[in-house]
């Protein structure tokens, strides 16, 4: 058996297809919006999306959604989300546009401690020894790597955060999550000196 951490770093989908056809029918649902996946984040002029997570009884289905596969679906905005949730170790409420309050609509149910205590180290293993070891010199960043299929292809996931700064780059029908990890990498690299926390 593979340790979580180790899957985690390497992005092993069956370690997630196990433990996800072990959750109840709403358990991926439930903890998605804990991560902002599935709340309604309304900014005047601006429509927002984060993704879904349905629930389902049906077990294939919930195995698929659990590696971020079957009717699981994702924005860029919502796993920027998921990644500053881990940062600051709650559901944030970002400011989108300056003068313009955002509000929040869903069930933002709180995160224990401990189980963001045990996601950081994991998402730092998968930048100092993982599929994002590409982007380890660029600070202490913390990120999970993925690789959304479709019939023909596959979208390429990095989201993380680094100091105060959550991201989620998306290259659409990119591949591999490698090319995501390197548009990240550049992003970093042109950034001013002392710009992040």
Same mark, same amino acid.
């Given at each position: 058996?593979?340790?979580?951490?180790?899957?985690?770093?390497?992005?092993?989908?069956?370690?997630?297809?196990?433990?996800?056809?072990?959750?109840?029918?709403?358990?991926?649902?439930?903890?998605?919006?804990?991560?902002?996946?599935?709340?309604?984040?309304?900014?005047?002029?601006? !429509?927002?999306?984060?993704?879904?997570?349905?629930?389902?009884?049906?077990?294939?289905?919930?195995?698929?959604?659990?590696? $971020?596969?079957?009717?699981?679906?994702?924005?860029?905005?919502?796993?920027?989300?998921?990644?500053?949730?881990?940062?600051? $170790?709650?559901?944030?409420?970002?400011?989108?546009?300056?003068?313009?309050?955002?509000?929040?609509?869903?069930?933002? !149910?709180?995160?224990?401690?401990?189980?963001?205590?045990?996601?950081?180290?994991?998402?730092?293993?998968?930048?100092?020894?993982?599929?994002?070891?590409?982007?380890? $010199?660029?600070?202490?960043?913390?990120?999970?790597?993925?690789?959304?299929?479709?019939? $023909?292809?596959?979208?390429?996931?990095?989201?993380?955060?680094?100091?105060?700064?959550?991201?989620?780059?998306?290259?659409?029908?990119?591949?591999?999550?490698?090319?995501?990890?390197?548009?990240?990498?550049?992003?970093?690299?042109?950034?001013?000196?002392?710009?992040?926390?």
């Amino acid at each position: 058996m593979v340790p979580l951490s180790r899957a985690f770093a390497s992005s092993c989908n069956t370690t997630f297809a196990e433990l996800s056809s072990k959750l109840p029918p709403r358990g991926l649902t439930q903890a998605a919006s804990r991560y902002g996946i599935g709340l309604d984040y309304r900014v005047e002029g601006i !429509t927002t999306v984060t993704g879904s997570v349905p629930p389902t009884v049906d077990l294939a289905e919930r195995t698929e959604d659990g590696f $971020g596969q079957g009717r699981v679906l994702a924005s860029p905005f919502g796993m920027a989300l998921v990644a500053a949730t881990v940062a600051a $170790g709650k559901t944030p409420v970002p400011q989108l546009i300056v003068g313009r309050p955002t509000a929040v609509e869903g069930d933002g !149910t709180p995160i224990s401690s401990k189980m963001i205590d045990a996601l950081r180290p994991m998402m730092r293993l998968v930048v100092t020894n993982g599929t994002a070891k590409e982007i380890a $010199g660029c600070g202490e960043i913390f990120g999970k790597t993925g690789e959304a299929e479709f019939p $023909g292809g596959s979208h390429s996931w990095f989201a993380g955060y680094r100091g105060d700064l959550a991201f989620a780059s998306l290259i659409v029908g990119g591949g591999s999550s490698e090319y995501a990890v390197r548009m990240t990498k550049m992003m970093f690299e042109i950034l001013p000196p002392g710009y992040l926390a």
